[in-house]
């Protein structure tokens, strides 16, 4: 499929508009309505601030991300995850921005859904029947469309994913159009295509730089352009690209000309927006399409919402496979690439979604909370491409050019969203540093564990290993004994594993199997290698899985075992005589060795606090045996303490009868 998807072609491009382009497409909905928001029409409003919306998108959607970030491919997959798996080997710090951008974009799929279907459902009030519509009747809708779009998550979107693209197809058409039917309200509004009113309107019109907040909304869902190339394929999102310009672009000016005709003058406060129903968006529709409008701007809202929900699930993951994340169960609704359903992400979704909308209540407080999590998501895949750069010897200049030019253009914008923090955006930066807290715990914990992972040479151990096999004296524990391992050099083994087969309980069986998995930083990969140890007796196989494989370890040793069978590499007919007459398979047993945090830890204070998190944490996320899909029913779990005090730093001195305590008085204190 991704090779079909690397060739432009009318399916291509019909997926393309259905998958990516729903937060970018819907974005009309609500731009221009924050820009004049408490704001007097002139003509250097809207055509400075079109301008800017123009260049925008030209500058940071057509060449940053259409032709240049596109070109960071991961195997034909895209993402702020992806991007960090090509450089991560580059520089360690790389994770903090990779987790950072995560983050914002998780931030980002709880803000859109709420924004995005409130926008389109107040355009009822623009029918002069129903203009005194109640706000909470608008939430109570907004609420019942968001609890049917969440439980139907759990069904995929395998049938109704078939008309998104022809939906949204209708939704950029009927945006061109509406934008053509006024385009000679007001001519002068095609100068907006002259960068020079933009610059004008950031440096000479009053508080001009803080508007770009309101601007900035243009390019949100932009980063579905990148991370779901691997459903689209660069070229088709390239080319339909040229197609959804075109048509927002339109739209805009569409607005910008109908403002200037309608409004000029005019002090728009939200009293008057209520009273004369203004809306920048629906204003362009005749009275008579405004029901049929709603409609699909509804549709397309839910599309929208649909691909930030489906891409938090991607996201999510990927960033379990790369352990930016704890465990958390994962279903797969459908065969179809890319479906995944993750029951508590989808539940964590919908219950920050349904705050949003019950704390802002209207799309025009829910935009101070919008564009801050896309923002920070922008800067971080500014750094990590800049370093895909390097890794790609582009010559040094053009590095520092692409870094400084888009790193001063997006901090700007940021800036100018800061400005609306104490207004709602506090709520955005909330969510991301909740979601960057976890991720940051999780990685951090690991690698504070491995610096308590003690191992050994498995050579050293090999002869006793066999002798336990064969001593009969020591009652069978299983025929075939499989521990996960994490050692990532075959000659090296964890002491507490070699602990658990010879101190613990001596556990003897025919055929011991140490079982690596590798995540690799390509998507896709599915392979293994076997190293046979001792033959028959000692046998190492390693998975190199890519990050977005399953990790389904049962049925894929069964795999390996079937082969290895095939080869006559190893025999599996169980070695108890009578069942061995026969020829009954052994039985399998997972030992899974899960950890603790010692009450006797010798931890610095802040590593003490990120491990006792972490801990809270993997309560609450899936079991290590149900993670690597194991069958519970073949899996023993052994106990282990983290971290132990050294005997060698416990201050205990022994002392002898016949020794008089040194502090002893003679009131008999001592």
């Known amino acids: 499929m991704a090779k079909n998807l690397n060739k432009v072609s009318s399916v291509g491009l019909i997926i393309a508009l259905g998958i990516i382009y729903g937060d970018i497409g819907t974005s009309p909905l609500y731009v221009f309505n924050a820009i004049i928001s408490n704001k007097v029409i002139t003509e250097e409003l809207i055509i400075g601030t079109l301008s800017c919306i123009i260049w925008t998108l030209i500058l940071q959607i057509s060449l940053k991300y259409v032709i240049l970030v596109l070109r960071a491919d991961n195997n034909g997959e895209g993402g702020v995850f992806a991007l960090y798996a090509l450089v991560r080997r580059r520089k360690k710090w790389l994770v903090i921005p990779a987790m950072i951008g995560g983050a914002a974009l998780l931030a980002d799929g709880i803000i859109t859904p709420p924004i995005t279907v409130t926008s389109a459902i107040e355009g009822l009030k623009e029918i002069p029947a129903i203009r005194a519509l109640a706000t909470d009747t608008i939430v109570a809708i907004v609420l019942f469309i968001l609890v049917v779009f969440f439980l139907m998550q759990q069904f995929g979107t395998a049938s109704i994913?078939?008309?998104?693209?022809?939906?949204?197809?209708?939704?950029?058409?009927m945006l061109a159009i509406l934008g053509i039917l006024h385009l000679t309200d007001d001519l002068s509004v095609f100068k907006a295509f002259n960068p020079y009113y933009a610059i004008k309107f950031l440096t000479l019109y009053p508080n001009g730089f803080w508007t770009l907040g309101a601007v900035f909304l243009c390019t949100t869902g932009v980063e579905a352009l990148y991370s779901d190339m691997g459903h689209c394929g660069r070229k088709n999102i390239r080319v339909s690209w040229s197609y959804v310009k075109l048509c927002l672009v339109l739209n805009y000016i569409g607005q910008g000309a109908l403002l200037l005709a309608n409004y000029k003058g005019m002090l728009i406060t939200d009293e008057l927006k209520a009273a004369l129903g203004i809306n920048a968006f629906y204003d362009l529709m005749p009275h008579w399409f405004i029901i049929i409008g709603v409609i699909i701007a509804t549709s397309a809202a839910i599309i929208a919402s649909q691909a930030m929900v489906t891409g938090s699930f991607s996201l999510i993951s990927e960033a379990i496979r790369l352990n930016l994340w704890p465990k958390f169960k994962i279903r797969y609704p459908s065969d179809e690439r890319g479906q995944l359903f993750i029951p508590s992400v989808n539940i964590l979704l919908f219950i920050g979604c349904t705050g949003v909308v019950l704390y802002f209540r209207e799309s025009s407080k829910m935009e101070a909370a919008y564009g801050l999590a896309i923002v920070i998501t922008m800067l971080a895949t500014t750094i990590l491409f800049a370093n895909y750069l390097v890794l790609k010897r582009v010559?040094?200049?053009?590095?520092?050019?692409?870094?400084?030019?888009?790193?001063?253009?997006?901090?700007?914008?940021?800036?100018a969203l800061l400005q609306k923090?104490?207004?709602?955006?506090?709520?955005?930066?909330?969510?991301?540093?909740?979601?960057?807290?976890?991720?940051?715990?999780?990685?951090?914990?690991?690698?504070?564990?491995?610096?308590?992972?003690?191992?050994?040479?498995?050579?050293?151990?090999?002869?006793?290993?066999?002798?336990?096999?064969?001593?009969?004296?020591?009652?069978?524990?299983?025929?075939?004994?499989?521990y996960m391992t994490s050692s990532v050099h075959h000659k090296e083994i964890e002491h507490k594993i070699i602990y658990s087969i010879l101190n613990k309980r001596p556990k003897r069986a025919d055929i011991y199997w140490f079982v690596h998995v590798d995540v690799l930083d390509n998507p896709h990969t599915c392979e293994y290698t076997v190293e046979h140890i001792a033959p028959n007796n000692i046998i190492r196989v390693v998975f190199r899985l890519g990050f977005r494989v399953e990790h389904r370890i049962n049925l894929m040793l069964k795999q390996v075992i079937k082969e290895l069978v095939a080869n006559k590499e190893v025999t599996i007919t169980s070695r108890y005589q009578e069942l061995g007459k026969?020829?009954?398979?052994?039985?399998?047993?997972?030992?899974?060795?899960?950890k603790y945090l010692s009450h006797d830890n010798d931890l610095p204070f802040f590593e003490g606090i990120v491990m006792k998190l972490y801990f809270y944490l993997k309560e609450i996320s899936l079991s290590e045996e149900r993670g690597f899909g194991l069958d519970p029913g073949f899996v023993k779990v052994e106990k282990f303490p983290l971290i132990v005090a050294p005997i060698s730093n416990l201050n205990i001195k022994r002392i002898y009868d016949d020794v008089p305590d040194e502090k002893s008085n003679d009131e008999g204190e001592s």
Not at 161 to 173: E, S
Not at 582 to 594: R, T
């Open 161 to 173: 994913g078939k008309l998104f693209g022809p939906v949204m197809l209708i939704w950029f058409t």
């Open 395 to 415: 010559v040094p200049i053009w590095i520092y050019i692409f870094l400084g030019f888009y790193l001063t253009v997006e901090v700007s914008f940021l800036i």
């Open 421 to 482: 923090f104490l207004h709602g955006g506090y709520i955005t930066l909330m969510l991301a540093g909740l979601m960057f807290a976890v991720m940051y715990i999780w990685y951090r914990s690991r690698k504070i564990k491995n610096r308590y992972i003690e191992f050994v040479r498995l050579a050293d151990y090999i002869p006793q290993i066999e002798e336990l096999s064969r001593d009969k004296t020591i009652p069978k524990f299983s025929t075939h004994l499989v």
């Open 582 to 594: 026969s020829n009954v398979a052994g039985d399998f047993q997972f030992i899974v060795l899960e």
